[in-house]
Structure formats: structure tokens, C-alpha cells
Nanobody, 124 residues
Framework: QVQLVESGGGLVQAGGSLRLSCDAS????????MGWFRQAPGKEREFAAA????????YYADSVRGRFTISRDNAKNTVYLQMNSLKPEDTAVYYC?????????????????WGQGTQVTVSS
């Protein structure tokens, strides 16, 4: 079992930045690939970014590539999402998720554990 808790969301103006954190507890954090997903009102949950167990490889959705950076600190059991040049369309609840497969997955069904989410609102 892995427990995930996101933090760092909030209200920011377009063009601004936020850094989300996801703290993990339970089984060995470094055994899991991690992902960030988001869900806007009235829309399906969508993939944003993923990182391998070691942090050696990352993968991004086209909509965030070049603006968002995923990273992890296995010593702190934490995964981060640095979000720059934010746009109003980035407004969503952001979720972190853990996948024992360890691969760079954009399919939410490949993730076994999920956090409760943190709200990000970008004003124009």
C-alpha cells in the first residue's frame, strides 16, 4: 500500500509558476514510477507527466512539454511537478499516482495508487 498526498496548488496569474509536491508513505517509494494527471471541470482526467523509478527518464503530454518539469527525490519520498508559463487552460485538480510497472505510462489504468488531488487555478 502506498499513500500519496499532494500539496502546492493554489491561484496564480497566467504566466506564473507553481510547484506541486506529492509525498509518499508506505511501501518503498523508489519501487514505483510516478505520474501527474489533471482533471478540469467537466472533462476527463488526462495525463500530464511521468517519471521512472530512478528519475532517469521522463515523459510529458504535448500540452505541457517545455513548460512543466517532473522530478523526484527518493530520499525524501517525494515527486514534484514544476509548472511554468501557466495558462488558464491548465486550471484543474492535479493528482499524483504511483505505478509498480515502473514504466513511463500515460494510461491512468496502469497506476495503482492515487492521491486526493490539489487544485490549481490560473487566472487570465
Amino acid at each position: 500500500q502506498v499513500q500519496l498526498v499532494e500539496s502546492g496548488g493554489g491561484l496564480v496569474q497566467a504566466g506564473g509558476s507553481l510547484r506541486l509536491s506529492c509525498d509518499a508513505s508506505g511501501r518503498t517509494f523508489s519501487s514505483y514510477a510516478m505520474g501527474w494527471f489533471r482533471q478540469a471541470p467537466g472533462k476527463e482526467r488526462e495525463f500530464a507527466a511521468a517519471i521512472t523509478r530512478s528519475g532517469g527518464a521522463t515523459y510529458y503530454a504535448d500540452s505541457v512539454r517545455g513548460r512543466f518539469t517532473i522530478s523526484r527525490d527518493n530520499a525524501k519520498n517525494t515527486v514534484y511537478l514544476q509548472m511554468n508559463s501557466l495558462k488558464p487552460e491548465d486550471t484543474a485538480v492535479y493528482y499524483c499516482a504511483a505505478s509498480y510497472l515502473g514504466l513511463l505510462e500515460s494510461d491512468s489504468r496502469k497506476y495503482e495508487y492515487w492521491g486526493q488531488g490539489t487544485q490549481v487555478t490560473v487566472s487570465s
